[in-house]
């Protein structure tokens, strides 16, 4: 399926504001804000965090297949995905973080 079709799939978003990404070391590597531009990577990393607890090696895998067409594309063009391209790392270095939400008020 194509990306937009996955993100019909998965849970909505809108009690969010951002996620926070934490790394091994407690500390916070990277936010994904509910704004345009990111709000299909919160809804990707939103379910992955869901289904697997943490962004696992196995979750990025998993987020890979989701990201559908853009996976693709950014393995082709490095830095134009960012989103993507830290579960491409994730995978590659058997490493997870850790998903605080931040919720809409």
Do not use: W
């Not at 936010?31 to 709000?39: D, L, Y």
């Not at 990393?45 to 067409?69: F, M, R, S």
């Not at 391209?85 to 590659?92: S, T, V, Y």
């Amino acid at each position: 399926m194509a990306f937009a079709d996955n993100l019909k799939a998965m849970p909505g978003v809108s009690h969010l504001c951002a996620l926070n990404l934490i790394d091994a070391a407690d500390s916070t590597v990277a936010t994904i804000e509910n704004k345009p531009g990111q709000a299909g990577s919160l809804v990707v990393y939103n379910h992955l965090a869901q289904l697997y607890g943490a962004i696992t090696p196995e979750a990025a895998k998993k987020g890979l297949e989701l990201y559908a067409e853009h996976t693709e594309d950014a393995r082709t063009n490095p830095g134009k995905h960012p989103n993507i391209d830290r579960l491409i790392g994730l995978m590659e270095r058997g490493e997870t973080l850790r998903v605080k939400q931040v919720f809409a008020v």
